[in-house]
């Protein structure tokens, strides 16, 4: 028994060790490029269609990233950022839907959904498992039945 | 004459559709057999119309007959001959012949194959079916999407829309994307007629299995050729929005590919029928519902193209539809109980039954983040965007996932499985992903989702690697040549599970570790970026027929001269950036002419300012104060592995012709992280002589 699991066990290890050091991030605070950068992604260019102020070179766009590092370097944090620039462009300029308020649907329905389809699933395996339970549990009137048409 | 002989055509194929579907329904009904055997006869009707007035519109094309509106809005005498061609699917009304010319071949083909069985009622159905949506879609032609519209005669046409006639994958991408979305009405009317009909055995799936897998190969096909096509256009190095039309085309694949799974568990154990049945109304109507949104201008995309007062038909008829599909199955769901359950969790069946519940959520999400801004300013005036970060977000874990399950899923057997079985069998797969991950962690490189994926997909990938092959190998022992052990549906599905994981690391990989900036550099200036070395050579100006261009050199790596540019089009006041791709096995470096130097011009007219190729873009100004004389900024994406997602892309599709080849025997059996673009002039330019000036040659190449 141990042996057949030696493998595996030596194998998860190996791996959650390879993911703690994988996953690990670079010490010290993000920088500022990499804090524009995690803004930027999230906010939509002002006048392209669905591309985000890190991924446009379109003038709007640059305009947008260059406020944001501004504001980055003067040291305000990510969300007042964004309540700014919600401020000026309305709110559809942000790329992630808030989670609160209408649009937490987004986030909310498939949360449910996922949920559910556990739930489902558990309830439909373990009603198969019930149902096939009694089968193999004999009572003793069927015994007594049996033996009855045997003998 | 082009107009005249068009509008006949469409209407013959309108009144094609609705006799035939007319004639049939008395057949079916009356039981007259006699009646039946017509059905062949309207579709071939209705593919001789479609096929003329196709011709008509590809003749007033041609022959730039600009009395038609169509033409006179989509071509000019400037347009070269493949975009002229192509100029038939630039825009909505011929998009909708176009449509309207494959689906009528569909039915045709259905019909020819189909011929002898013409009395049987299924068959009956399933063209009645064909015929009620080619009416609905010519319906349209003569109505509110008439390509044959005529009016006043203009000297000369506007052209396709710049973006239309940039690069030559414009003629694959449309007509392979239309082939897979339309060839889903056939597996569709199948079902309606079963559904119809009441007989729900097992038949009409077998009937239309190669026709799935036909429709979901090409489909595959134009969506990757689709991003390739957006990768070498648009200009601003990605291939993969979530824009709501291509999330259009992405929704019917995921319904469609679940499908062909779930659809094994009702071959074998005639289990998850009424799913089945919804998973192909559910893909049929996701198609409609894409023509709905890429076609009515509803969303704004950068696919919008076209707009229409089309919306509240399209729309009216998804909801017929679903309406019918629903109706149907509630009616027959008494005749839809399966015979059988699943016995256990950990089983062939159980494996699909989650992967089903994965795609389904995965098409519920992508769903719900495209039509919510909609919804949210119809209803309560709200604008909310929807955008990359919640589909990645969403996508990634639902990604990792399907990963997981193409590893463990194909070496599962149906009904249930011990655990010796899995351990012994996902042994090496398991090893080989782990190994994966560890390599890649001594190579350096961080990040858990990037790791996730690139294990899994070694996981994934060793596991279809391992059941090719078994196999085969089985195959040869019994003295099969490779070949014919090869075909067949199970290798062929193995195969695209490689293409898929190839796909998936390639998109991780692209999306993690690429690099995104600008450099400013004066002619014969080099600097290095993300580990390549540019040297900007010059700009010179190029005079096409249908365009005047402004190309930039750009010799990458000491090698070849790459020329992103910047085109004009006509008389169109924005220019259209045009990118050039080193293109490599490791990494790609994408590059784009962001802004020419000063006092470039083309062909003696003033400079075009560029929008990088998205429209509606503002033009624009000079990203910067004044630089060096005759400099120029490049736009310069380096990412690593894009080249493998198209070869992925070819994979699937070989895995899919591999599948659908007859079997000689019965077998038992992606995190973001790109780089902030470095503010103009950060990237230094480290070498270089003296800026020399710009070498500016107008006109000829």
Redesign the interface.
Known sequence: MHRRWLSWIVLAVVLAVALAIGSGTRPGSATVSQRVDRIARDVRCPSCSGLSVAESDAPTAMAVRQLITDRVKAGRSDSSIETELVHSYGSGILLRPPAGGVAAVVWVVPLVAAAAAAVGLVVVFRRRRLRAGPASTVSEEDRALVEQALG | MNAAVGRDAVLLGFLAAVIGAVTLVVGLVRRRPGALRNGVVYAGLLLLAAVVAAAAMEHGLLTHDFSLTYVAQNNSRETPLLFTVTGMWSALEGSILLWALILSGYIAAMAWRFRRRAEDPVVGWATVTCFVVAAFFFGLMLGPANPFHTGPVPPDGLGPNPLLQDHPLVAFHPPLLYLGFVGFTIPFSFAVAALATGRLGEGWLVETRRWTLFAWGLLTVGIVLGAWWSYQVLG???FW????VENASFLPWLCGTAYLHSVMTQERRGLLRVWNLSLLVATFSLTILGTFLTRSGVL???HSFSQSTLGPIILGFFGLVVSVGIGLIAWRGDRLRSPG?????VSREGAF??NN?LFA?FA??VL??TV??LL?EAV?G?????????FD??ARPIGLALLFFMAVAPVLPWRKAGG?LL?SRL?WP??A??LV??G??AAG????AA??AF?LGAFAGTSALRQLVLSTGSARRRGMPLWTGLVGRANGGMIVHLGVVLIAVALSASLSFGH?G?VRLAPGQQTRFAGHTLTYLGTRGVLHPNRRELEAAVRVDGGAVYRPAVSQFGSAAEGIGTPSVASGLTSDVYL?L?TPPEGATVGGGPGPSI??G?????P??P?AGPGPAGAAVI?VVVQPMVAWLWIGGAVMALGTVIAALPERRRRAARG?R??????VGAETPVTGPEPAPVVVRAGGS
């Open positions: 601003w190095g990605g929005a979530w824009d709501p704004e995309s950068v359950s699943i016995d256990a969790p039954l989650v519940l959520g519920l999400v719900l983040g919510f801004p949210s309560r709200q604008q909310v965007s929807v955008g990359r970060p919640y977000t969403m010796e351990r042994q398991a090893w992903g782990t991950v560890v890649c962690v490189i961080r990040g858990l790791l996730l294990g995104r600008q784009t962001d929008v990088n998205q429209p509606g873009t503002a624009a100004g990203t736009g973001t790109l780089e902030q673009p470095t503010s």
